[in-house]
């Protein structure tokens, strides 16, 4: 007879709730640090010679969560630039390569 409330040994043992519960810590432990080494990585990028405008202001968008404002005259023109290391006018220009792609999809 089937009893639903019975535990069948399956060849596995448990293990004391104390041991999941630090294993469980350390994956979290290696998941938060993996995510700031991935972090730490965009924001050098963000800022090297190396990484073109778009590039760098590409990762300073994602790791804002925001859009490169469409005014150049906007207030977080000036921190994107200084954020990114790019002179205003880099990153005005950006934002002009950026109107000209609209107006071409637009079409």
Do not use: C
């Amino acid at each position: 007879m089937y009893d639903k409330y019975q535990t069948y040994d399956n060849g596995s043992h448990s293990r004391p709730a104390s041991e999941v519960a630090a294993e469980r810590r350390e994956q979290i432990a290696s998941q938060q640090a993996e995510l700031q080494a991935f972090k730490d990585r965009d924001l050098a990028r963000q800022t090297a010679v190396d990484s073109t405008p778009e590039m760098r202001i590409a990762l300073w968008e994602r790791r804002h969560g925001l859009a490169l404002p469409r005014d150049p005259r906007h207030p977080l023109v000036q921190f994107v630039a200084t954020s990114t290391e790019l002179g205003l006018e880099q990153v005005r220009q950006e934002q002009k390569t950026r109107a000209l792609r609209r107006a071409a999809v637009a079409r």
